[in-house]
C-alpha cells in the first residue's frame, strides 16, 4: 500500500465510512466513530487505546500526519483530497483540515474498571454531547481514572464530544451500562465510596467535606433535573458547591471540574 493515498472524487469506494453518515449511523452500522480537527486526531493516534482506521486529510497537512505515524507506531491509510473533494465527502464547508475514522473498542468489564481506579466520574442522564466532552476533558485534566456513563447518556465517540474533549474521550477509559442504579450498589459492594453532587441545601459544603477517601466516585445528573432521586439515595453523601449571587447550580462538566478539583487534594 502507498503511503499516501489520493483521493479525488467524494464518491470513491474507500472513503465510504466519512460520507455523509451521522455518528448515530456511524455506530450502528459499522461500529466507526469519526475524528476531526488536529489536536484530536494527535491525541487520539498517539495517545488512544482505540483503533485508527484511516486518516483524511488536505495535502498540506500530509506530511504532519505521516509524522504523527511514525511516532506512534500504528498502521493505518492516509488519504489525501483537495479542499473541494473534501467538502464534498462530508457534506459541508470542512475547514478543520484532518478526519479520522476510528473502530470502537470492545465494551471493558466494570470490575476491570474498578479494579485501576482510585476516582471515579459516573453520570446519568448527561444528553448533551458537548457536556459529556467537557466532563472528559476535566476528568483527565483533574486525576480521574474512568468514566462510567447510564445508557442513556450522549454518545461520548460522537464527534462533537470528542472534539470538545480534546481527544480525551478516547484516551480515557470508560464504560456505559444498562442499570445505573444497579452499577451505583455494585460499585459499593466493591468499596467504593459515592458522592453525589446535588445543589439541593440539605446536601454537605463540598468545601467542608473529607474527599480524601479512596476508591471514590462523583456521581452527576442531567443538565436540566440533575440526579434522579433513586441514584441520590444509593449514594454515601450528597455534596454542594457553595453558590453566590442567587445562582442555584453550574454547568454539569463545571462541577465536574469543581468536583474532581476538591477530590484530588
Not at 483521493?7 to 474507500?14: G, H, T, V, Y
Given at each position: 500500500?502507498?503511503?499516501?493515498?489520493?483521493?479525488?472524487?467524494?464518491?470513491?469506494?474507500?472513503?465510504?465510512?466519512?460520507r455523509?453518515?451521522?455518528?448515530?449511523?456511524?455506530?450502528?452500522?459499522?461500529?466507526?466513530?469519526i475524528?476531526?480537527?488536529?489536536?484530536?486526531?494527535?491525541?487520539?493516534?498517539?495517545?488512544?487505546?482505540?483503533?485508527?482506521?484511516?486518516?483524511?486529510?488536505?495535502?498540506?497537512?500530509?506530511?504532519?500526519?505521516?509524522?504523527?505515524?511514525?511516532?506512534?507506531?500504528?498502521?493505518?491509510?492516509?488519504?489525501?483530497?483537495?479542499?473541494?473533494?473534501?467538502?464534498?465527502?462530508?457534506?459541508?464547508?470542512?475547514?478543520?483540515?484532518?478526519?479520522?475514522?476510528?473502530?470502537?473498542?470492545?465494551?471493558?468489564?466494570?470490575?476491570?474498571i474498578?479494579?485501576?481506579?482510585?476516582?471515579?466520574?459516573?453520570?446519568?442522564?448527561?444528553?448533551?454531547?458537548?457536556?459529556?466532552?467537557?466532563?472528559?476533558?476535566?476528568?483527565?485534566?483533574?486525576?480521574?481514572?474512568?468514566?462510567?456513563?447510564?445508557?442513556d447518556?450522549?454518545?461520548?465517540?460522537?464527534?462533537?464530544?470528542?472534539?470538545?474533549?480534546?481527544?480525551?474521550?478516547?484516551?480515557?477509559?470508560?464504560?456505559?451500562?444498562?442499570?445505573?442504579?444497579?452499577?451505583?450498589?455494585?460499585?459499593?459492594?466493591?468499596?467504593?465510596?459515592?458522592?453525589?453532587?446535588?445543589?439541593?441545601?440539605?446536601?454537605?459544603?463540598?468545601?467542608?467535606?473529607?474527599?480524601?477517601?479512596?476508591?471514590?466516585?462523583?456521581?452527576?445528573?442531567?443538565?436540566?433535573?440533575?440526579?434522579?432521586?433513586?441514584?441520590?439515595?444509593?449514594?454515601?453523601?450528597?455534596?454542594?458547591?457553595?453558590?453566590?449571587?442567587?445562582?442555584?447550580?453550574?454547568?454539569?462538566?463545571?462541577a465536574?471540574?469543581v468536583?474532581?478539583?476538591?477530590?484530588?487534594?
Open positions: 500500500m502507498e503511503d499516501v493515498i489520493q483521493i479525488s472524487s467524494w464518491e470513491d469506494s474507500r472513503i465510504a465510512g466519512y455523509n453518515l451521522k455518528d448515530s449511523q456511524l455506530r450502528e452500522r459499522q461500529s466507526r466513530f475524528i476531526e480537527g488536529k489536536l484530536v486526531l494527535e491525541r487520539f493516534v498517539t495517545e488512544s487505546r482505540m483503533i485508527c482506521e484511516s486518516v483524511l486529510v488536505l495535502e498540506k497537512h500530509v506530511e504532519t500526519v505521516k509524522k504523527l505515524k511514525i511516532v506512534s507506531g500504528k498502521s493505518f491509510d492516509i488519504f489525501q483530497a483537495s479542499q473541494e473533494v473534501m467538502d464534498a465527502i462530508v457534506g459541508f464547508n470542512f475547514h478543520r483540515g484532518f478526519l479520522a475514522l476510528g473502530k470502537r473498542p470492545e465494551e471493558m468489564e466494570l470490575s476491570t474498578v479494579s485501576s481506579s482510585s476516582l471515579l466520574v459516573l453520570l446519568e442522564r448527561v444528553l448533551n454531547p458537548e457536556n459529556i466532552g467537557s466532563v472528559f476533558r476535566n476528568a483527565a485534566a483533574l486525576g480521574a481514572d474512568a468514566v462510567i456513563l447510564s445508557a447518556c450522549a454518545d461520548p465517540l460522537y464527534r462533537l464530544a470528542t472534539r470538545v474533549s480534546i481527544g480525551t474521550t478516547t484516551t480515557l477509559p470508560w464504560i456505559r451500562v444498562s442499570d445505573f442504579a444497579s452499577t451505583l450498589m455494585t460499585l459499593r459492594s466493591f468499596g467504593v465510596r459515592l458522592f453525589a453532587m446535588s445543589p439541593s441545601s440539605d446536601s454537605q459544603s463540598l468545601s467542608c467535606s473529607d474527599t480524601t477517601y479512596r476508591p471514590a466516585a462523583i456521581v452527576l445528573g442531567s443538565e436540566g433535573d440533575g440526579l434522579t432521586a433513586a441514584s441520590i439515595d444509593a449514594c454515601d453523601a450528597r455534596l454542594r458547591i457553595d453558590m453566590a449571587n442567587e445562582v442555584d447550580s453550574l454547568n454539569v462538566g463545571t465536574a471540574a468536583g474532581l478539583f476538591h477530590f484530588r487534594g
